[in-house]
């Protein structure tokens, strides 16, 4: 009885470990001074993946979003070249403030968006939302890499 709980012990950590591998999703809150924001977002941590980021969706619901990390902290370029929705971005220092803001990214646009500042993170919603949800500059955001 014993050998058979450890067995299934194990095959369910098995599982949930395959989960937690192939599962690219975190739990992200902005905080500001009115409310937490609480998004599911995929993360693009390597360079394909930010090479990738949105492109080809079709569409993305509200409490979604993509959350680009980045090696270290720099100036961050990004485009919507085959990015079917338009996008609101934040830009996120290492110490996890928004520092930079850009508004209603045009899709498929292959201009150049940069943020103001050095960011180590940038992270990429439904266009509309920064306004909507009263996220502002200097607003902290949490997330587990």
Avoid: C
Wanted: zero cysteines; proline letters at 1%.
């Amino acid at each position: 009885m014993l050998h058979s709980k450890i067995i299934i012990l194990f095959i369910n950590l098995y599982f949930i470990g395959l989960y937690a591998f192939t599962n690219d999703k975190v739990d992200l809150i902005i905080y500001n001074i009115n409310k937490y924001i609480k998004l599911n977002v995929e993360v693009a941590k390597t360079s394909e993946e930010r090479s990738k980021g949105l492109m080809y969706r079709e569409k993305l619901s509200n409490n979604e979003g993509m959350l680009f990390i980045f090696p270290f902290e720099d100036v961050i370029q990004l485009w919507m070249k085959d990015t079917y929705i338009p996008l609101d971005v934040i830009f996120i220092s290492k110490d996890k403030k928004i520092v930079d803001i850009k508004y209603n990214m045009r899709e498929f646009s292959e201009n150049i968006i940069k943020s103001r500042v050095k960011s180590k993170y940038a992270l990429e919603f439904n266009a509309g939302l920064i306004k909507k949800l009263s996220i502002k500059i200097g607003d902290n955001v949490f997330f587990y890499e």
